[in-house]
């Protein structure tokens, strides 16, 4: 996994280098307008390390995202994506950015607030005794700082660090011989997580 995503960011670091041979530094006001207030486009990919009871101290996090950035240098948008936390989750969640500066080196602060869907499959354990167990997810957290390296009028490459919050619950049913009667019991886990990000920023 620790391939893949070092894969990655050398793809990202080659797309950076190339086109910041490209810079025009004379500025219009078109590429001014695109700095103070514009749509933008975000995806990105993370490592998010911590501890795991699977033997799984880290996991790779894809995300794509969409926001505004308005005159206040504040960004508001949303964003969903696929990753792994003992689980395989499909994420949602709402955006918030602000911009320290507007210049081409632009460090920011960030926080995304959501759910994280589980996307497991029911497993059956027992067909004679009923027993199965049923995976949902839960609240996500995440706040980080980064900055932002605009190589030219609309794309940017992104690295930052972050903390990463997720709960997820596993519930595991017992009934006999499919009476619909039984017991259950639910295990929450929470997965406090340090995140380091790349990714390409489009406006």
Not at 159 to 176: A, C, L, N
Request: charged letters at 15%.
């Amino acid at each position: 996994m620790l391939r893949i995503y070092f894969t990655i960011a050398g793809m990202i670091i080659f797309l950076s280098s190339t086109a910041q041979q490209q810079v025009d530094t004379t500025g219009t006001k078109k590429q001014l307008q695109a700095i103070h207030h514009s749509y933008f486009i975000h995806p990105s990919v993370s490592n998010l390390a911590g501890k795991s009871t699977n033997e799984e101290p880290n996991s790779l996090s894809i995300h794509l995202l969409s926001a505004y950035k308005f005159r206040s240098r504040l960004s508001v948008g949303a964003g969903s994506g696929i990753e792994h936390l003992e689980l395989s989750l499909l994420p949602a969640y709402g955006y918030l950015r602000y911009d320290l500066n507007d210049s081409r080196a632009t460090p920011y602060a960030w926080i995304k607030a959501g759910y994280a869907f589980s996307l497991e499959k029911d497993e059956t354990e027992d067909t004679w005794y009923g027993s199965y167990c049923e995976s949902s997810g839960g609240i996500l957290l995440n706040a980080g700082i980064g900055i932002v390296l605009y190589s030219r009028q609309n794309m940017g490459v992104n690295m930052g660090v972050g903390y990463r919050f997720q709960k997820i619950s596993v519930t595991y049913h017992d009934t006999w011989w499919g009476a619909g009667e039984g017991s259950y019991r639910e295990i929450f886990t929470e997965f406090n997580r340090f995140e380091l990000q790349l990714g390409i920023v489009f406006r």
